[in-house]
C-alpha cells in the first residue's frame, strides 16, 4: 500500500507511458463519438476502447493510480479554475442561461415525464438566477484550486463528483432535447389571472387543454406542450464563442463533461491514498498546473486566468501557514479564494466584464459580425436497408456510384428513407437582424427627426398621392398617385378632392440598423429597462447629447419599450432624446449595464461605459471628438 501512494508506483517510466496512453484512449474515444470523425468512428471507438482497457490494467498492475489521479488532478484543476473565471467575468450572461434552463420547458420537462409530476417546476429558481451563477462560479475556482494542492481531497473529489454528475445530466438533455415531442404540463392560475381566463376559455373546444380543478380563486390546467431545448449549455459562458469562433455544441459539452467525469472519477476513487501537498509537491503540482492554465487561457485568448490562479494557489498555501488557529487550514484556503472571487465579481457586477467576448466589445467591426455567416451546403442521401441483415447505405441520388450499382433492382434491399448530410455546416452571423433599432412611422416624433438619418428616411418615403371623396360613406381616402385608376375608383362613386405629398404605405418601420454602421461616428445608450435603468448620470448623458447636436453627431437610444412607456421615461426625465425600440435579448448581449454608453466610429465600437463610469462633458469631448 506505500507504494502505492508514492508517484512512481512499480515504475515510473511504466505508468507514464500508461497514462499517456490512456488520455490517448480518452481522446480515441471522444473523436469516434463526433460528427467529424463519422467515416472512421468504428475504427476510433476500437482504438479507444483497447487503449483505455489496456492502460487502465497496465496502471492496476504498476500500481500506477496515483500518478494518474495527480495528473487528473492538475487537468481539472486547471480548467476548473478558468471555467469558473470565464464565467465569473460575466456572471450576468451565466444567470441568463441558468434562466433559460429553469423555464418550465426546458429541463424541468424531464422530471414532469420520468416521474409523471406535471406540477413539478424550477421557475422559483429564475428570481436567484445571478446568486446561484455566482455561487456555482466561486465553487469552480475553489474546488479546482483545492484539487491541485490536495486539501480535503474528500470533500473536494466527492463536490466535484456530483458537480460533474449535475452538469453530465444538463448537457445531455441538452444535447438529446427534441422539440418536436409533447409532455403534459400542469399550471396553476388565479381565477381573476387574464391569462388563466384566456386558458379556461380555449380549454373549451382545444383537446390540448383539460381543467383539473377550478374553485372560486383558482383553477388548475393541464396543458400538452412542447420542450423549449437550450442549444448553448452555457459551459464556457460566451468565451468559445467570442475567441474560437462558436461554442461547444451539445454533443460536444455532453462528451466534454463525460471526459471529466472520467478523469475525476481517477481522483475520487484514490481519495484515500492522496494527501495535502508537500512542499517540494506544491512546485510540482503548481508549475504544472500553471501550464494548464497558460493553455486554456490561450484557448479562450485571456491570460488574466493564470495570474488569478497564480494568486490563488500561492495565497491558498500562504492561509495555511499563517491562518492561525482558525484559519490556517484548507477552510482558510477556501475563504481566502472566496473573497478574492468575490472582489472580481463584485467588479464585473459594478461595472462591465473584464474581457468581453460578445459581439459589441470594444473594437468589434459591427459590419463584420453581421456578414461573417456562411450559407450551409447540403446533399439529399438516399437510404437503402438490406432486408436481411438491416445494414444500411446512402447514396447520393446523383452519383455514378448510384445508378451503377442498381441496388433499386436488388430485392434484397429497400429503400428506406432520404436524409440530408451537411457538406457546409450553416454558420449565423455574430450579429443578426435582432439587432435592429427600429420605430414605427406613426411613432415618429420631433425628437427623432432631429437625427439626419430620420429626417432623410422621412423625405424620401414621400410620394405624390390623391385625396379621393368616397360620394356613398361621405369620407376622404389617400392613395399614392400610382396607385389610381378609374375601374377601381369609378367617377360615380369616388370624386378626387386634391393632390397631396403622403407617405409610401409601405414604408411603415424605420431602422438605423445601415446607420449604425455607416455613419463616420454616432453614440448610443443602450437600455434593456428604461424603468429598471440606473440613471443617476443621467445630467452627463444629457450635456454629451447636447454637445452631439452641436457637433452633428447622431445620438440615440436603444430599449426595450412600448412607446407609451418611452413617452412617460422622456415626461420623467426629461430626456429628450430619439428612442429606439430592439428586442431585449440582444440588448442583454450589447452590454450588461443598464444603461450603457456606446460610441461607433465607422461601425467599429471604440468606447463602451457602465453607467457607473458615463463620462464627464469635458471627458467625453476629450476622448471622441
Not at 474515444?29 to 492502460?55: A, C, R, V
Not at 477556501?334 to 465579481?345: D, E, Q, R
Amino acid at each position: 500500500m506505500i507504494e502505492e501512494k508514492t508517484i512512481q508506483g512499480r515504475s515510473l517510466v511504466f505508468n507514464m507511458i500508461f497514462v499517456f496512453i490512456n488520455l490517448l484512449g480518452v481522446a480515441f474515444m471522444t473523436m469516434g463519438f463526433h460528427d467529424n470523425f463519422e467515416e472512421q468512428s468504428s475504427l476510433f471507438k476500437f482504438l479507444g476502447i483497447i487503449l483505455l482497457i489496456g492502460s487502465i490494467g497496465g496502471l492496476i498492475i504498476f500500481k500506477g493510480r496515483f500518478i494518474m489521479s495527480s495528473v487528473s488532478r492538475v487537468l481539472v484543476g486547471g480548467l476548473f479554475i478558468v471555467s469558473g473565471l470565464v464565467k465569473a467575468n460575466d456572471p450576468i450572461g451565466f444567470a441568463y442561461k441558468l434562466e433559460e434552463y429553469f423555464e418550465d420547458g426546458a429541463l424541468a420537462f424531464r422530471i414532469k415525464e420520468w416521474f409523471s409530476a406535471p406540477e413539478f417546476s424550477l421557475e422559483f429558481f429564475m428570481e436567484h438566477a445571478l446568486l446561484l451563477s455566482v455561487v456555482i462560479c466561486i465553487a469552480e475556482i475553489i474546488l479546482g484550486v483545492l484539487v491541485i494542492l490536495g486539501g480535503k481531497i474528500k470533500l473536494v473529489s466527492t463536490s466535484m463528483m456530483l458537480m460533474m454528475v449535475f452538469f453530465t445530466f444538463l448537457t445531455w438533455h441538452t444535447s438529446n432535447c427534441d422539440s418536436s415531442i409533447r409532455f403534459l404540463d400542469r399550471d396553476t392560475y388565479q381565477i381573476d389571472d387574464p391569462i388563466g381566463q384566456i386558458k379556461i376559455k380555449e380549454a373549451e373546444g382545444n383537446k390540448d387543454l383539460t381543467i383539473v380543478e377550478e374553485t372560486m380563486t383558482f383553477v388548475v390546467i393541464d396543458e400538452m406542450k412542447q420542450p423549449q431545448c437550450v442549444d448553448d449549455c452555457g459551459c464556457f459562458g460566451d468565451a468559445m464563442k467570442g475567441s474560437v469562433g462558436r461554442s461547444l455544441t451539445p454533443k460536444e459539452s455532453f462528451w466534454k463533461d463525460i471526459i471529466l467525469v472520467y478523469l475525476i472519477g481517477w481522483i475520487f476513487f484514490s481519495m484515500r491514498i492522496i494527501a495535502p501537498n508537500s512542499h517540494k509537491e506544491n512546485k510540482v503540482y503548481i508549475a504544472a498546473a500553471i501550464l494548464v492554465l497558460v493553455f486554456f487561457s490561450w484557448v479562450f485568448g485571456w491570460y488574466f486566468p493564470v495570474l488569478f490562479g497564480v494568486i490563488s494557489l500561492l495565497g491558498s498555501l500562504w492561509v495555511v501557514r499563517v491562518g492561525g488557529k482558525y484559519f490556517g487550514n484548507y477552510y482558510g484556503s477556501a475563504l481566502f479564494i472566496t473573497v478574492l472571487c468575490s472582489i472580481m465579481v463584485a467588479y464585473v457586477l459594478m461595472y462591465l466584464p473584464m474581457k468581453d467576448y460578445r459581439s459589441y466589445s470594444e473594437g468589434s467591426n459591427l459590419s463584420e459580425k453581421m456578414n461573417d455567416g456562411i450559407a450551409g451546403v447540403y446533399e439529399s442521401l438516399l437510404v437503402y436497408k438490406n432486408k436481411k441483415t438491416g445494414e444500411t447505405i446512402e447514396y447520393s441520388s446523383t452519383s455514378i456510384e448510384y445508378t451503377s450499382s442498381k441496388i433499386w433492382e436488388d430485392t434484397d434491399w429497400e429503400y428506406s428513407s432520404m436524409v440530408q448530410k451537411a457538406i457546409i455546416s450553416t454558420k449565423i452571423p455574430s450579429i443578426t437582424e435582432q439587432f435592429n433599432p427600429f420605430i414605427s412611422v406613426s411613432d415618429i416624433s420631433e425628437y427623432e427627426l432631429a437625427m439626419e438619418a430620420v429626417t432623410i428616411a422621412v423625405d424620401t418615403s414621400k410620394l405624390k398621392g390623391l385625396t379621393l371623396k368616397d360620394l356613398n360613406y361621405k369620407t376622404e381616402i389617400h392613395i399614392p398617385i400610382v396607385e389610381y385608376n378609374v375601374t377601381d375608383y369609378d367617377l360615380e362613386s369616388y370624386s378626387i378632392v386634391d393632390t397631396i405629398e403622403m407617405t409610401d404605405p409601405a414604408f411603415s418601420e424605420l431602422s438605423i440598423r445601415k446607420t449604425i454602421i455607416e455613419v463616420d461616428k454616432i453614440v448610443l445608450v443602450s437600455s434593456k429597462d428604461l424603468f429598471e435603468g440606473d440613471w443617476r448620470y443621467l445630467d452627463r448623458l444629457k450635456k454629451i447629447y447636447k454637445t452631439c447636436q452641436e457637433k452633428k453627431i447622431p445620438f440615440a437610444v436603444m430599449c426595450n419599450a412600448t412607446r407609451e412607456q418611452i413617452v412617460e421615461f422622456r415626461e420623467k426625465h426629461k430626456f429628450y432624446v430619439p428612442i429606439f425600440v430592439n428586442d431585449e435579448t440582444e440588448l442583454k448581449a450589447i452590454s450588461r449595464s443598464n444603461p450603457s454608453l456606446i460610441v461607433i466610429e465607422k461601425g467599429i465600437v471604440k468606447a463602451k461605459y457602465p453607467f457607473r463610469l458615463t463620462p464627464t462633458k469635458k471627458q467625453f469631448i476629450k476622448e471622441h471628438l
